[in-house]
Nanobody
């Protein structure tokens, strides 16, 4: 099993920045990809960004490309999501997820493990 603990989030004004962290523990050797997803009220969970754990390859949703950056600290088994130039439409609950596949996948159903969500609210 893999445990994911998310921290960060909160309330920020439009144009501001936040950083989310996701610390992995347990059978981390089985993780090949870490991803971030978000879900706004009444909406489906959507892909935000993902990172290949060993080779560092990344993927982003078009809506966040150029504003969000996913990165990792291998020694700490932690992945980060730096969110800059935040917009009100970025408001959602953000989730961290881990995938045992080395392919960056954007479907949340492909991910094996999930952390708890954290609320990100961007005011206009």
């Amino acid at each position: 099993q893999v445990q994911l603990v998310v921290s960060g989030g909160g309330l920020v004004q439009a144009g501001g920045s936040l950083r989310l962290s996701c610390a992995a523990s347990g059978r981390t050797f089985s993780i090949y990809t870490m991803g971030w997803f978000r879900q706004a009220p009444g909406q489906e969970r959507e892909f935000v960004a993902a990172l290949g754990w060993s080779i560092g390859r990344t993927g982003y949703a078009d809506s966040v490309k150029g504003r969000f950056t996913i990165s990792r600290d291998n020694a700490m088994n932690t992945v980060y999501l730096q969110m800059n130039s935040l917009k009100p439409e970025d408001t959602a609950v953000y989730y961290c997820a881990a995938d045992s596949s080395p392919v960056i996948r954007r479907n949340p159903y492909d991910y094996d493990y999930w952390g708890q969500g954290t609320q990100v609210t961007v005011s206009s």
